[in-house]
Every structure is written in structure tokens, then in C-alpha cells.
């Protein structure tokens, strides 16, 4: 032994005083290594935060930048995705849009061509749709609508789980499948498992009444093909029911202060906007559901079944609806780029609601170029925040934003106003799932729903209204005498959020 701790000495020894030249020249090879990888093909803020954290702690950065610096979804995901764009572009040829009022701007014929372009859903005609901004009634009129369903149900949302709240929503689906009625379920992995107990409690009444389900994009680091990103998430909210029936927006399937003894504590309720169609629009809806059903179940739901029994009923109403998908499958930000194009081309007035907004250069800058040119533009944010790093983060934005002339409205407290929709004119509307950040604009699959019609755009300046008689208006005065500390701490986490 002594002999062979004799030999092994001097090794050892030339380790130890070798580490520290070792540890050098991994630090300058990592360095060297993010100069060349991180900004390729990255948005010029976000290669910037990830050079800064790796020159700071290139120990502990490039490893994160590995696990988190590549918003693309592993190989097998991938190939499902260019089966189904393959299958959508195909689909969309056979498929003219909807001829738009005459009465409607020029430029609305651009965003109609671009969303097509993007996500290969065609602008369709002769819908209806109705919002519901009461939290507990939205819910009971999807259960109401599932309960009178005779063929088909898909439900899908980023969080849902069985609570005191959601209770005879889940029981619906199980009342519709003892009908017969066929019964799909989707909700994403890690929204939902977050919530274990309510979550365990769905999944077992689930397998009980022999309702079909998954959990969409799973973390399961190596059985897709690679290592898988776990913040890529599916983010969207819809209810279809006999392909009649469809609802988009921005609530979850859980109670209104999601079941967390810190909201409870504080009061926190969540306020969202839930919209339900009818018309050609839903078959649409549907196909949306069926790319999400088609990456979990691997099960393609033919077209036939994406239709109302007896077809599509087209005299619903007078709106013109165009589906506009986004997500990490896509190659370009499509809601981004819609986002852009409507403020670019507004002539009036903007409207923007979005929970959590942390704009991205180009979004910003069509903001402040918009409100420089005489729009006039209200912004409803939350007075305060669930999610500390992005409250945060958006709050960084708001001095250039009141300098360019944009109104803030912050939404009273208890209440987090979780709804998303843009208005523009009286033109045309965006409502949906997406939020105004870049975790919505590259991260998260995203539905939304661009809606051409003055009659929906007066239904939603009413809800506008009510937002806004329940919001206090942010001044330059009162943003400027913020402490030093608070302005600090929201410009830290401006740079952290930009690390996508």
C-alpha cells in the first residue's frame, strides 16, 4: 500500500499544481467557445445576456446555455412537425380565404396574407363570438356546452386539474363519454403537475371513467431524440365541442386563485377573457387541437372527425376569424410578427392587454414609433405581479413608454388581470393565449385569434371599459419617484429576462 501511495504521490501532486492552468484554459476555451455558438442566429439582446452571464461565470453559464439556449423542440417533435406543416400547407391550397369588408383598411388584406403565410390557417366568414370575462360563468358555460355534446369533446389548456371550482367541468366529460361522445383531453406537463394534488386527483378520475388524456410536452430529457429544453411549453387554452362550438382565451381549468396558499394569503384572483365561436372558425379551432393531439397520442384525427356532423354551418354571424398559431414548432415568432404588423400599420388607436410584457427590441420600437406618430395607445398591465422576475422585468419598460405618450393602466389590486387581446382601430382584434413577452413569442406554443368586425371590436371596448374603470392611471411623476433600489432591481431582471 505504502508503495503503491509512493507511486500515485507525484501524480497527484502535478494535478494539484496543474489545476489552477487546467481551470484557465477551460475558462478561456469556453469563452472563446460562446463568442463563436451564442449569437448565431439570436436576437442581438439575448445573445448579449448570454455572453455576459458566460464571461461572468463561464463555470456555470455555458452548461446552462446548453440546457436552455436553444428554444427548438427535440428531433422526434420536429419530425411530427413537418409532417403536420406539410399536411397544413396542403390543406390551405384547397382552401381560398374569406373576401374581407370593403369597408375594412387596405392593410388588413397584408395581415390576413401573413398569418397564412405563417401558420397556414385561412381567414374564414360567417362566425359569431361572445365574451365572457366572469371567471366562474365561463366555466359553467363550457361545462353547459360539453353536456350537450353528441359526438365529439377536446378540451386542451395549459393548466388543468379537479378542484373544488372544476369540478362539474371534469365531471361533464365524463357524463359526455358515458353518452358515447368521444373524449380527448390535453394539458401541458409542467403547468399542471405543478399543481400535484388536484392533479393526481384528475388523472385518477380520469382512468376511472376512461377518458383519453395526455400530458403534453413531457420532460423527459433523452426519450424524444435529445435533450429536451423543460421550459418549452404548450401555453394554449381551447374548448371544441362537435366541432360547433369552440372556445379560446386566456383561462385555465383550475380555481381563481390557482390553489396556492400564497395567493390565498394575499387575496390574489385571477381576471381572464374567455371568447366562444360558432361558425367555419371552429372546425379550425379543431385542427389546432389535432396538431397538439397528434404530437402526444401520435394518432392523426381525420378531417372528417374535425367537422360538425352534417358540416359546417355558416351563417352564424357576420365576423371575419383567422387562427394564428405560434410556438417553438414554427420557424418564424408568428404572433410576434402579427403583433408588429398591426401597430405598424395602426392609423388610431392601440390597445394592448397582456398580464406579463416584456417586449422584444422590434416590439418596442413599433410601439414608441406608433404613439410618436400621433396613435393613441393604452397599455393594461397588473398594479401587481405573480411572478417576481417578469413583474419585474416589464415594470423596466415603462419609463420609455410614458415618455413616447402611451397610456399605463394598472389593474387594482387583489386582482391579476391574465387576459391577452389587442385591438387596433376599429379594425381588427388578437384574443387568445399569448402573452406580450418572449417567453410567449419563442418558448410556448401560443393559440390566438385575429377577429376583422366592428361588432366585435364594440364588444370589446366594453370589456376595455371595465378594465378600465377598474384601473388607476400610472403617471410620469408617480414612476419617477420610485427608489433607486426598485429601479435596480427591475433593470437586473430586465437583462435576466432577456435569456432566452
Same mark, same amino acid.
Given at each position: ?19 489552477? /492552468?487546467?481551470?484557465?484554459? &477551460?475558462? %478561456?476555451?469556453? *469563452?472563446?467557445? @460562446?463568442?463563436? !455558438?451564442?449569437? =448565431? ?9 448570454w ?49 374581407i ?63 373544488? /371550482?372544476?369540478?362539474?367541468? &371534469?365531471? %361533464?366529460?365524463? *357524463?359526455a363519454? @358515458?353518452?358515447? !361522445?368521444?373524449? =380527448?383531453?390535453l ?8 399543481h ?68 390565498i ?13 360558432r ?31 352534417g358540416?359546417?354551418?355558416d351563417?352564424?354571424g ?17 404572433n ?20 406579463y ?43 420609455a413608454l ?75 411623476e ?23
Amino acid at each position: 500500500m505504502n508503495e503503491l501511495i509512493a507511486a500515485v504521490k507525484p501524480a497527484v501532486t502535478w494535478l494539484i499544481d496543474a489545476l489552477p /492552468v487546467i481551470l484557465l484554459i &477551460i475558462d %478561456a476555451a469556453l *469563452r472563446v467557445t @460562446a463568442l463563436i !455558438v451564442v449569437p =448565431r442566429n439570436r436576437r442581438p439582446g439575448s445573445a448579449m445576456a448570454w455572453l455576459m452571464t458566460i464571461m461572468v461565470f463561464p463555470m456555470l453559464g455555458f452548461p446552462l446555455f446548453l440546457l436552455l439556449g436553444r428554444a427548438q423542440l427535440p428531433r422526434k417533435r420536429r419530425a411530427k412537425q413537418k409532417i403536420l406543416n406539410r399536411l397544413a400547407r396542403a390543406r390551405a391550397e384547397d382552401i381560398p380565404d374569406a373576401h374581407i369588408d370593403p369597408e375594412q383598411p387596405s392593410w388588413l388584406q397584408s395581415a390576413v396574407d401573413l398569418n397564412r403565410e405563417l401558420g397556414a390557417f385561412p381567414l374564414t366568414s360567417g362566425n359569431d363570438a361572445d365574451l365572457e370575462i366572469d371567471y366562474e360563468e365561463s366555466i359553467r358555460r363550457m361545462t353547459a356546452d360539453i353536456d350537450r355534446a353528441e359526438d365529439t369533446v377536446h378540451v386542451l389548456f395549459y393548466i388543468m386539474v379537479l378542484d373544488h /371550482v372544476t369540478e362539474d367541468f &371534469i365531471a %361533464a366529460l365524463a *357524463r359526455a363519454r @358515458a353518452r358515447g !361522445v368521444r373524449v =380527448r383531453a390535453l394539458y401541458d406537463f409542467w403547468g399542471t403537475v405543478t399543481h400535484f394534488t388536484h392533479y393526481r386527483r384528475m388523472k385518477r378520475f380520469f382512468r376511472d371513467h376512461d377518458i383519453e388524456n395526455y400530458s403534453m410536452m413531457p420532460i423527459r430529457p433523452f426519450r424524444d431524440g435529445a435533450l429536451q429544453r423543460p421550459d418549452l411549453r404548450n401555453h394554449r387554452k381551447l374548448v371544441v365541442v362537435d366541432g360547433r362550438i369552440g372556445w379560446m382565451g386566456s383561462q385555465n381549468m383550475i380555481a381563481r386563485h390557482y390553489n396556492k396558499r400564497g395567493n390565498i394569503r394575499r387575496g390574489l384572483k385571477w381576471q381572464e377573457t374567455m371568447v366562444r365561436f360558432r361558425g367555419p372558425i371552429v372546425a379550425e379551432i379543431n385542427i389546432l387541437f389535432a396538431t397538439d393531439w397528434f404530437y402526444e397520442a401520435s394518432e392523426q384525427i381525420t378531417e372528417a372527425e374535425l367537422m360538425p356532423p352534417g358540416g359546417i354551418d355558416d351563417e352564424c354571424g357576420t365576423y371575419e376569424c383567422q387562427v394564428v398559431p405560434s410556438g417553438p414548432g414554427y420557424v418564424a415568432e408568428n404572433n410576434l410578427m402579427l403583433f408588429n404588423h398591426l401597430f405598424y400599420n395602426a392609423e388610431r388607436k392601440i390597445v394592448a392587454v397582456s398580464p406579463y410584457f416584456v417586449p422584444d427590441e422590434t416590439m418596442l420600437q413599433a410601439l414608441i414609433v406608433a404613439a410618436r406618430r400621433g396613435v393613441e395607445i393604452e397599455l393594461f398591465v397588473s398594479e401587481i405581479g405573480d411572478q417576481f422576475l417578469v413583474f419585474h422585468a416589464q415594470r423596466s419598460y415603462y419609463s420609455a413608454l410614458l415618455e413616447a405618450g402611451v397610456t399605463i393602466w394598472m389593474y387594482r389590486k387583489p386582482y391579476i388581470l391574465h387576459a391577452k387581446h389587442v385591438s387596433v382601430d376599429e379594425s381588427v382584434a388578437v384574443i387568445g393565449s399569448s402573452n406580450m413577452d418572449i417567453r410567449s413569442f419563442s418558448l410556448q406554443m401560443e393559440s390566438s385569434m385575429m377577429v376583422g368586425d366592428n361588432g366585435f371590436l364594440t364588444k370589446l371596448r366594453a370589456v376595455e371599459d371595465e378594465y378600465r374603470q377598474n384601473s388607476r392611471q400610472l403617471t410620469v411623476e408617480e414612476w419617477e419617484s420610485r427608489s433607486w433600489a426598485v429601479k435596480v432591481i427591475d433593470n437586473i431582471c430586465r437583462l435576466a429576462s432577456a435569456v432566452v
